[in-house]
């Protein structure tokens, strides 16, 4: 492309007319310095401005005229090479460079079939979870007369753990209440409490589970030195009205109500995360077509910056243990091209179907963003407000979100009641699907983790539900490179 010298120095001249007008120079009344000198001070910055916005409107123009739709940002390289202090501007010769978005054919998406696998929660699960609540809520009353703790007791502890005689991180707690026999802890813990009074210490040999969420600990063998310091024995209480009224239900068929919600609404995710992920499987297998190179480098890019920061930190993933780098490489790379090509057809889906995130939608995420910092609210919205590019972190999940939807409105599924168990499998062609870690009889509810805060309950060893991620998460809006997905 070239740019006529003429239309460069027409643009200079207007620049420097401008600047004339109210420039101040010791010696000259304002608007009366010589055109010469206002060119001598400011000829050469005025120049370099000017020729970068003609190449960069030049090279919008050419865009619009031809109706292409750039892959990223276009790569522009002179092949003058211009003089900024010249008296005045020569021809401007330039290439411009780019990858453009390849032809994309949406599919028939009222052929696709799906299965939508749902379930709902037990009543006996729901019973369960109110037991657990009352169980949380029960005074506890000292012993008094001289005994050993016994099954269901709770001793008052002071402990610190050591492998190979060495202390662990995490491995001590202070007036830490153990239920002897209880769960939430590991194996022979509070079991080799039993019999313990106040005042006494005792060693406790356990070892960690295989599968212990600390890699350096799981499987090894531990010595607990316990303190005992009180005993008491929880008071039975009744499961009624009273119960929900402590904590902070109307009624005890409120508080069912409120449980069996929160649980279907975990099932529900469960179920959509699913049909998600089998939705995506189809739409990935259809977009056959090549994706651009450097949507593909920088989406991989992205992944291997967290797959080298895993395997410096040792927590590289159990199925890529033992493969080399260029094994590792092909493999995220191939991943990162399905990912792009993928995130193109939805946003082409998306762009057919009219599909726009609202500005009250984008207002709401950043609300629920800011949410998860309490007491930084403000920052939060401030980093969205003033860094460039940021609001599309919130943009590209709603966006995806709305074609998902708009695509199972047209495709024919057909629900499926599973039970919960089922429903965590993952599909058994699909290798990387994420378990989804949500157990309704051994996890709290929001009511129970609400409890649990006023109360100052511990449980070592207990852990909240993982949040579950799908492994195609990402899918940008019109034009914007695929978020990157993780995996759960």
Known sequence: MVVPGADIEGRVQSKLAEISRTIKLPGFRPGRVPANLVRKRYGASIMAEVMQDAVSTAADQVVEERGLRPAGQPRIALTTDPDINAARASDLAFSVELEILPEITAPDLSAITLTRLRSLVAPEVIEQTVERLAKQQREMIPVEEDRGAEAGDVLTVDFT???????????????????????????????????????QTRDIDVTFPAEYHAEALAGKAAVF??????????????????????????????????????MQRELDQMSRLRIKRELLDVLAEKADFAAPQNLVDAEFGAIWQRVEADLASGQIDDEDRGKDTDTLRAEYRAI?????????????????????????????????????????????????????????QLRGPLFED?????????????????????????????AETPRVTFQPQAEATQAEATQAEQTGAQEPGAEAVAEAHEAEAGAPSAGHAATPEEAA
């Not at 153990?178 to 313990?196: D, K, Q, T, Y």
């Not at 209480?237 to 402590?246: E, P, R, V």
Request: charged fraction near 25%.
């Open 336 to 392: 990162a091209d399905r990912r792009v090509r993928l995130g193109l057809l939805l946003s082409e889906i998306g762009r057919a179907a009219g599909i726009e995130v609202s500005q009250a939608e984008l207002t709401q995420a950043l609300r629920q963003e800011a949410g998860r910092y309490p007491g930084q609210e403000m920052q939060v919205v401030e980093y969205f407000r003033k860094t460039p590019g940021a609001i599309e």
């Open 402 to 430: 709305k074609v998902v939807d708009y695509i199972l409105e047209l495709a024919k599924v057909e629900d499926r009641i599973v039970t919960p168990d089922e429903l965590n499998l993952p599909p058994a062609d699909s």
């Open 225 to 262: 030195a316990i303190t005992a310091k009180s005993l008491a024995h929880p008071a039975e209480i009744a499961i009624d009205d009273g119960l929900a009224s402590k904590l902070g239900f109307e009624s005890l068929d409120k508080l069912r109500e409120t449980v069996t919600g929160q």
């Open 161 to 199: 753990g050591s492998v190979d005689g060495v202390a662990f991180e995490g491995g001590a707690g202070t007036d830490t209440r153990v239920e002897i026999g209880g769960a939430g802890f590991i194996p022979g813990f509070s079991e080799g409490m039993l019999g313990m009074k106040p005042g």
